[in-house]
């Protein structure tokens, strides 16, 4: 008698689910960002409300209108609902659903996914999932912070807290979102929102297995047996530093004599790396890109 693995019979499927609940994120959101009094001005055509909630909650950033201008406060506030939700979608939809429906899954499927959550065992996926969100809500929260002070110097408090709050979740959601019409434009020699921005968007893009590895590693406790990183975490590491180090060489190159022509030395450094930074999936940018030169904008 052949015995076969079991099946679930009824209900949705974790993918099913998946779809469904990005698929409803993206509705509701069309549909709050439809209303009057989530814009300035004229309502949202459905298309322009559809096309910015999809790009929020898939964190995808591209803009059919402007975030600032266009939309009122509560539209902001919903645009960035969209990215958080989308966000932390990526890192944590499927470690949730692994959560609920573990226990319909084969025990092929069970060491499936021992194997994909690297070498955390597979009893600690809720501690996992906590570990996420304090994690997510940790780093933004401090990135906030940091970018809520330094626009204190140039804005009201209440502001500078909406600002900090809004490219703190934008960046490390890798969004792109920004309430400014030119981005980071204005502020491409400020070191301290470039490298905040920076940071968030580095740690959002490593992965979140990537960052508990790392953080394992450096708070490793039994001298007796060093603790290594995963082949996983040191091909991240190598890879992004590579990407970044070899890419804000070649910017620099490249731009010197176009849109960084007559910068300070400085600023230049640090618009490649910021703009080098940006485009593996972030979206923020201080050059303008209609600016670069071909070239430039293949590397991107």
């Given amino acids: 008698m052949e015995i076969t693995e079991p099946q679930i019979k009824r209900g949705l499927t974790p993918h099913q689910v998946l779809i469904l609940s990005f698929l409803l994120l993206i509705s509701l959101g069309t549909f709050l960002l439809a209303l009057p009094i989530s814009t300035n001005g004229p309502s949202l055509s459905f298309v322009d409300a559809l096309f910015t909630s999809t790009s929020a ?6 803009i059919v209108v402007d975030t600032g201008s266009r939309f009122s406060t509560l539209g902001r506030w919903v645009i960035l609902l969209l990215i958080q939700l989308g966000g932390l979608g990526i890192m944590t939809y499927s470690t949730f659903f692994i959560l609920f429906f573990t226990k319909k899954l084969s025990f092929r499927g069970r060491e499936i996914i021992q194997q994909t959550l690297s070498s955390i065992p597979y009893s600690d996926i809720g501690s996992l999932l906590r570990s996420i969100l304090i994690f997510t809500f940790s780093i933004e929260a401090l990135g906030a912070l940091m970018l809520t002070f330094r626009w204190w110097l140039q804005y009201p408090l209440k502001k500078s807290i909406y600002l900090g709050i809004f490219h703190s979740i934008s960046a490390f959601c890798n969004a792109g ?3 400014f019409s030119g981005s980071l434009v204005n502020y491409r020699s400020d070191l301290v ?11 959002g893009g490593l992965g979140f297995m990537a960052l508990l590895d790392i953080k394992r590693f450096l708070l490793w406790k039994e001298k007796e047996k060093k603790r290594r990183l995963t082949l996983h975490t040191k091909i991240v590491l190598v890879s992004t530093a590579i990407l970044i180090g070899g890419g804000t060489i070649l910017f620099l190159l490249l731009e010197s004599g176009q849109s960084l022509r007559g910068f300070p030395p400085q600023v230049k450094l640090l618009s490649s790396f910021f703009q080098t930074v940006t485009p593996r999936t972030a979206g923020f ?11 430039t904008l293949l590397f991107l």
Wanted: glycine share 6%.
């Fill in 57 to 62: 909650s898939c964190v995808t950033g591209l």
């Fill in 177 to 179: 979102f920004s309430p």
């Fill in 193 to 203: 929102i470039n490298l905040v921005m920076i940071s968030l968007i580095i740690l």
């Fill in 285 to 295: 940018n201080t050059i303008d890109i209609g600016s670069l030169a071909n070239p």
